[in-house]
């Protein structure tokens, strides 16, 4: 039994190869010891507490297959990070042949946007599959939700007997069919439907939306995830959506939304930050302030004027535009944010807080039915910030 839990205490951190039986032992223990224990640095430099995947390129796709065969994909993506962040991994990602070798998640597609200008043609070129493989993952997993919730644009006070599936009031159409039960299939088998007929729209009436990104560097996941849903919602006819990105300069990517690849090869991740530059940018896009929605996907960390900031968001609010503040936009949980400046934003009556990608769906349904976001964020378990917090 003890030799059993030294085993498995070897594995988890590392342990002397030969101390461990079996050649997967070892081989998993190395791959630990590289990136956890003792040995040499990115550079070649011993060091203590540091593992090493040396400069080699094939001792790297050695040690990421290793991984990938030990680990389920979720550990394997924290190792990956935990080799860009320890051992300078992202150095090792300008050679095509290691790409075909990782496990691809959106902290990956960061890093690759993050590096694009300094990558030789033919890896770049790997690259954006890499890209474009992550971003038809996501698109699966989020654009049907998200397309339905964007589309709430129902009116539920009008009945159709012809409605499409997704607008099917299924109680009432169950409760008109009852009298068609099989009691043999234990099931109603409904000859007429009964659903919510659509609201007809035109162009001039239909909502904005302005997506606000910051693309400083610790902002890489939000902008991954707000662009797959700036070009969702681009897809569909019951909005216009818009894209800005920014840190200390302006980026209006509304043009390239049909192809959300093209659009996260136009981001430039790091830099400074202004967000007032940017806010004033996407106040000038704004045509029916009534009618538009500025979601601004920020921690705050303000590098220019925060008074001139906070005035003109007031000025927003003010003129009637449904202003919402994430932190963050991610997978991740409680992000980095400016406490003061998030209390100030918070005092206008602007909610202010981080939601998952899961959750962003019903949070655009929300703001789009200009419902109270901050009821809303407290019925799905989200802390939000309090004024002058």
């Known amino acids: 039994m003890n030799e059993e839990r030294e085993r498995r205490w070897r594995l988890a951190v590392g342990g002397e190869d030969e101390a461990l039986s079996s050649s997967d032992d070892q081989r998993l223990s190395g791959a630990l010891t590289m990136l956890y224990g003792e040995g040499d640095g990115p550079d070649g430099a011993g060091g203590k507490g540091r593992g090493g995947l040396g400069r080699s390129a094939p001792s790297v796709a050695r ?36 790409l075909g070798a990782i496990e691809a998640d959106v902290n990956l597609v960061a890093t690759l946007i993050s590096l694009r200008n300094v990558m030789p043609a033919k890896t770049k070129a790997i690259a954006r599959e890499v890209i474009a493989k992550v971003v038809a993952a996501l698109m699966e ?49 409904p000859e007429r439907l009964v659903g919510f007929m659509r609201r007809q729209r035109r162009l001039a009436d239909l909502d904005e939306v302005v997506l606000c990104v910051d693309q400083s560097g610790s902002m890489a996941p ?133 939601c998952t990608p899961d959750q962003f769906p019903d949070l655009m349904a929300a703001a789009l039915k200009r419902e109270d976001v901050l009821a809303w964020a407290a019925k799905a378990d989200i802390k939000a910030i309090r004024a002058d917090a």
């Open 222 to 354: 939000s902008v991954v995830y707000a662009s797959i849903f700036a070009a969702v919602m681009a897809s569909l006819p019951t909005v216009k959506t818009k894209l800005v990105c920014f840190d200390t300069a302006i980026l209006d990517l509304t043009d390239d939304l049909a192809d959300p690849v093209e659009v996260l090869f136009g981001v430039q991740l790091g830099g400074g930050t202004d967000i007032n530059q940017a806010v004033a940018y996407c106040e000038g896009q704004i045509e029916t302030p009534a009618k538009s929605h500025l979601i601004l996907i920020t921690d705050l960390y303000e590098g220019g004027d925060s008074a001139a900031l906070v005035a003109r968001l007031a000025r927003l609010v003010g003129s009637g535009v449904n202003v919402v503040t994430l932190l963050a936009l991610s997978d991740e949980g409680r992000p980095a944010y400016d406490p003061r400046l998030s209390g100030r934003v918070a005092a206008l009556g602007i909610p202010v807080f981080a």
């Open 141 to 189: 997993r989020l654009e049907k939700k998200t397309a339905e919730a964007v589309r709430g644009a129902v009116d539920r006070r009008r009945r159709t007997g012809r409605p499409r599936f997704s607008d099917i009031d299924w109680p009432r159409t169950i409760q008109a069919n009852l009298r068609h039960y099989q009691a043999e299939h234990r099931t109603v088998v």
């Open 63 to 98: 040690w990421l297959g290793d991984i990938r065969q030990f680990f389920p994909t979720p550990v394997v993506q924290v190792l990956q990070k935990d080799a860009m962040d320890r051992l300078g991994l992202q150095q090792m990602l300008l050679e095509p042949e290691l």
